[in-house]
């Protein structure tokens, strides 16, 4: 396939890390295809990915990045809090939102000026679809996303069965869908079960949709072949299916990173030292701040069940640490036990270490196809976003289980009912005591691991996918 010189298409990716990096890694696969790509963003945010586009045009690829100054000043925010992972308080939430949207009109402006032959905007953009119409070129929507996730949410507006309960805690069965799909009223988000503001934008998404050339999402099609085959039949629009996105790029990564054990993280070293899949890694996303109570619960559960593991820890408050049982952080270290991160790690190098065993995890979807990708098995601890019905997909595929959280938050500060440190250590035990189940479980995310590196392999699912849709959009224009 030949691309034309001056074909050029534009990115905007949203400002939180769950949406950027991907949609990044996106723009990343087009250039090396050949096409001039130019991404959106502002400073702070630019910062996050400047290694990877450098490492691109090493490679004589063209990829560009403009960025756009984020009114901080305008929406009482301290200079370089630009995306939803640096908010230190829930009060930061909406100065974000609100920022974002006064970023509108510069971004429009820049588009025109920047005259592309299509625009490729997160689905929080909805508005980009009607600058593509005005420009006659077409708007690809980006989904960071599951096909059951929009399986499941198009059956819960079409039909809601969540308005045939008595409580937030009886329990419902999904119509139309291609397995059983059991939620409860507790378990939906906010806007789902009432109008708010956030339904609003949701709304408008939905309509954009609609408008659009097509959706892109981060998934592969072994992964949900029923769920795919079913979005198919409700959306009647064109989509593909390019995931796991990271992966088209891990094996470059890790031949560029092999000769540098000087720079190993300690995590890494450490795990050198434990038996093949003896760890858990416990991660709950860059939002997640959980309180001093959860927090012990989750430290007398790992001393209780004896589990070795890296646990990565966000605080409300940084530079409190009255949560730690006494001498709990000591004994550990003493014996070996485990790690207490404060600070990033890398995730993916650490799922892909042969002494992970298992991924205490939010259930983010990055962080569950990190984990498929790893071939390492999940127990699952949802929180807010679409992270329960990520769970459901989990359990259809039967590579984990569940510690038992059934209430939505709306993210940030965690204030559901406090998990006692009896089903942690349960749901840990479950996974990491050797028992038959456990190792069901592992074969089975080994299984879809084959399957999700194979799928952006040349020949795979994803990677067909990807060279299709780039051969179109060249066509279009």
Request: hydrophobic share 40%.
């Amino acid at each position: 396939m030949e691309i034309p010189e001056n074909f050029h298409v534009l990115f905007l990716p949203y400002f939180t890390p769950s949406h950027m990096v991907p949609l990044v890694d996106m723009g990343r696969l087009f250039a090396a295809r050949g096409v001039t790509v130019t991404i959106i963003t502002t400073p702070h945010n630019a910062l996050l990915f400047r290694s990877s586009i450098e490492q691109g045009l090493e490679s004589g690829h063209q990829i560009a990045v403009h960025e756009l100054n984020f009114p901080s000043k305008e929406v009482g925010l301290p200079e370089g809090i630009e995306n939803f992972n640096a908010i230190t308080s829930s009060e930061m939430t909406s100065k974000v939102f609100y920022g974002i949207m006064l970023l509108r009109k510069p971004m429009e402006d820049l588009i025109r000026k920047l005259s592309p032959n299509c625009i490729f905007s997160d689905m929080f953009y909805p508005w980009t679809t009607d600058v593509a119409s005005e420009l006659g070129i077409p708007r690809l929507m980006f989904y960071p996303s599951s096909f059951l996730y929009h399986c499941v949410t198009h059956s819960l507006a079409l039909y809601a069965p969540h308005d045939c309960v008595e409580s937030e805690t009886e329990s419902f069965l999904v119509p139309n869908l291609p397995d059983k799909i059991e939620m409860k009223r507790c378990q939906l988000q906010e806007h789902v079960k009432t109008k708010t503001r956030y339904g609003e934008l949701i709304k408008a998404i939905k309509e954009s949709e609609q408008k659009s050339y097509g959706m892109v999402h981060d998934t592969f099609y072994e992964l949900e072949p029923a769920y795919a085959d079913h979005y198919s039949e409700i959306k009647k629009s064109k989509f593909w299916h390019i995931g796991p996105i990271f992966q088209f790029f891990k094996t470059a990564e890790a031949e560029r990173s092999s000769d540098s054990s000087s720079e190993q993280h300690f995590c890494l070293s450490w795990l050198d030292t434990q038996k093949p899949e003896s760890v858990v890694f416990i991660c709950f996303g860059s939002m997640v701040r959980f309180s001093d109570a959860q927090l012990t619960e989750i430290a007398l559960a790992l001393e209780a069940s004896n589990t070795r593991f890296i646990w990565v820890v966000r605080k409300i408050v940084e530079n409190q640490e009255t949560w730690l049982p006494s001498g709990f952080e000591e004994r550990i270290l003493k014996n070996n036990k485990g790690l207490i991160v404060r600070d990033w790690v890398p995730q993916v190098k650490i799922l892909d270490h042969p002494s992970t065993g298992g991924f205490l995890t939010h259930c983010g979807w990055n962080s569950v196809l990190e984990a498929v990708v790893a071939g390492v098995p999940l127990v699952t601890w949802p929180l807010f976003a679409e992270q329960f019905y990520n769970e459901k997909l989990v359990e259809l595929l039967k590579v984990g289980v569940r510690v038992g959280a059934d209430v939505w938050n709306s993210g940030f500060e965690i204030k559901s009912p406090l998990l006692g440190r009896d089903m942690i250590q349960n749901a840990l035990s479950r996974l990491m005591d050797g028992s038959e189940e456990s190792a069901m479980i592992r074969r089975r995310a080994k299984e879809i691991g084959v399957q999700a590196r194979g799928a952006v392999m040349e020949g795979g699912s994803s990677f067909n996918q990807l060279s299709g849709l780039i051969e179109e959009i060249n066509a279009f224009s």
